[in-house]
């Protein structure tokens, strides 16, 4: 069973950092595009970050560019999203997803390309 467990929010300061996690099980990242796209109430998924399985390409939303850090551990079947700098704009929940596909609606996560798989979320929250 394909699964992806996304982990790693919680509670910081504006300012601060943290590390979240996505890991993969049934299957590997070899082929995938993989991503980070977070959620506020009332408002669509967006992408923040992908990574392609072999760690080669990366986008970032404009949003985060310079204070986040997508990688890929491909021996651990985990990608990580290193978060510094926070922002209260940055709370969100966030979701971690693998597409076939590259996700072809970049960056909107609302759209499902039919071949992508998506975890449960994980949220962060900032204070001010």
């Known amino acids: 069973e394909v699964q992806l467990q996304a982990s790693g929010g919680g509670l910081v300061n504006t300012g601060g950092s943290l590390r979240l996690s996505c890991v993969a099980s049934g299957f590997t990242f070899d082929g995938w595009v993989i991503g980070w796209f977070r959620q506020t109430p009332g408002k669509e998924r967006v992408g923040v970050s992908c990574?392609?399985?072999?760690?080669?390409?990366?986008t970032y939303a404009d949003s985060v560019k310079g204070r986040f850090t997508i990688s890929v551990d491909n021996a651990k079947n985990t990608v990580y999203l290193d978060m510094n700098d926070l922002k209260p704009e940055d709370a969100a929940v966030y979701y971690c997803a693998a597409d076939l596909l590259g996700f072809p609606f970049w960056p909107d996560g609302a759209k499902s390309s039919g071949e992508d798989y998506w975890g449960k979320g994980t949220q962060v929250t900032v204070s001010s």
């Open positions: 990574i392609t399985g072999n760690g080669e390409i990366t």
